[in-house]
């Protein structure tokens, strides 16, 4: 009876988090909290928490000394961009971009949105010292994005969702790209090679049939990150090439699996019973094998993806979000506004990205490289091109990375917003009112 009234009271909250919009909405509340707090009494301290500094290792030479700031987008980011090459290598193995022609179209629409926002931004602060800022506005944040799309539910189409999902998916190849290439420090080439050496060892498990996560946490953490964060190489870099080494492949097949299974099922009921709310070690016994048989026909890559996805939706990015979001306005915010870092990334984004995204699609199509997914119409593309700029969290990421200056900082996170406001707004309701919910429920229009 117990139990019962605790599952009671946790079905809304696993609800929630099964819902494919609840990060999005957690993120946005926890960059819209850091807004608040940044312009208060308590902004002063909100500042200074995350300069604080703590020290992993061992005294006195073994040891790490970075600021809380620097541990969450170095250390905590690192799990996010390990969920990337998890869902990177699961699409290209058997996703949207296992197939040439079905990634050709969200591909090129990546590439127009990256190449045309950098160009963009290039052109308001060609010869300022604002420059090393034209990948922020090439960024897509796909939570922010993909949490607006499933708002809208059968008003649009699978096919245009998934587009959605490759296009970002494609975007965030690129940006871990131009932070491996442009955003690095002074490269450690001992720390490098030491990285790389770690990283043959998870290669070699992998081909060896390795598929404990466990084995893959130790050294991807405890040898490939930590390598990579003393190299000068981005140490988020090392949690994607961590990903990219996981297992993808099946012990027994999915008959093998349910002939097991129906097997160890008759076991159990043909058991012994055991004593009152105990189970006897004969049923216990076929629970374990079912448990052996139910990891053999899961991959290890799907499995952590899958259990990672609620750490990363609920703890990582809104951490991310509350850590990097708060901006104080001062009276000099119009001219802010009006500097060349601010416009250059607002601009970038809304319209480098819709123009971008658009006029590649395009092409692709009329190139005959790509098609349009079945139900997606062109204008469609052109909404979804909106929702793509929403920078929000590579955006931000990538400010930090590019920036030292406190000003310059405040001017991009500025234009990240403004953009990601008017790309969210404008292309929910474009989407809203193009495509009427339809009887059939496919959600498609006649728009061109």
């Known amino acids: 009876m117990k139990k019962n009234r605790i599952d009671i009271l946790l079905r809304p909250v696993n609800k929630f988090i099964a819902n494919e919009t609840a990060g999005g909405i957690v993120l946005f509340a926890a960059a819209v909290l850091a807004m608040i707090v940044a312009n208060t009494p308590f902004h002063e301290f909100y500042h200074e928490l995350w300069k604080y ?151 070699g498990a992998n081909l060896l049939g390795v598929r404990s996560p466990v084995f893959y946490g130790i050294v991807g953490i405890g040898g490939l990150w930590l390598a990579f964060l003393l190299s000068g190489v981005h140490a988020t870099i090392a949690g994607v090439l ?43 016994h076929a629970i374990d094998s079912i448990r052996k048989y139910t990891n053999a026909v899961d991959t290890p890559l799907q499995r952590l993806e899958h259990g990672m996805h609620p750490l990363v939706a609920f703890v990582v990015l809104p951490v991310f979000a509350f850590a990097n979001a708060g901006i104080t306005f001062t009276a000099d915010l119009f001219q802010q506004i009006a500097s060349p870092v601010t416009l250059g990334v607002w601009f970038g984004l809304t319209f480098g990205k819709t123009i971008g995204i658009a006029i590649f699609s395009k092409l692709a199509v009329w190139m005959k490289i790509a098609e349009l997914p079945e139900g997606v119409t062109w204008r469609k593309i052109y909404a979804v091109s909106l929702l793509a700029s929403i920078g929000f969290t590579m955006s931000i990421f990538i400010t930090e990375l590019a920036f030292t200056n406190p000003d310059h900082i405040l001017q991009a996170k500025l234009g990240i917003f403004i953009a990601s406001g008017i790309g969210g707004v404008l292309g929910y309701l474009i989407l809203r009112m193009g495509s009427p919910l339809p009887a059939n429920g496919n959600g498609d229009d006649n728009g061109t």
Request: glycine residues 10%.
């Open 53 to 203: 500094k703590f020290t992993i290792g061992f005294p006195p030479d073994l040891q790490i000394s970075k600021s809380l700031h620097h541990w969450i987008n170095d250390g905590l980011m690192s799990v996010f961009f390990f969920v990337v090459g998890l869902e990177l290598k699961r699409e290209i193995i058997g996703g949207e971009l296992s197939n040439a022609k079905k990634a050709a179209l969200p591909l090129a629409a990546a590439a127009g949105g990256m190449i045309v926002p950098a160009l963009i931004y290039f052109g308001f602060n060609y010869g300022k010292d604002s420059i090393s800022g034209w990948g922020i506005p090439m960024a897509t944040d796909i939570a922010f994005a993909l949490g607006i799309l499933y708002l809208l539910g059968k008003r649009v189409p699978l096919a245009l969702k998934v587009f959605l999902t490759a296009l970002a998916i494609g975007d965030d190849i690129g940006a871990v790209l131009v932070i491996a290439f442009f955003y690095t420090s002074d490269i450690s080439l001992f720390s490098l090679a030491l990285g790389s050496a770690f990283m043959a060892v998870l290669i």
């Open 242 to 284: 961590a990903a990219l080494t996981i297992p993808a492949t099946v012990k027994i097949d999915a008959k093998g699996f349910l002939a097991n299974l129906r097997r160890e099922a008759e076991h159990f009921e043909h058991a012994e019973e055991g004593p009152k709310d105990l189970i006897s070690p004969d049923q216990l």
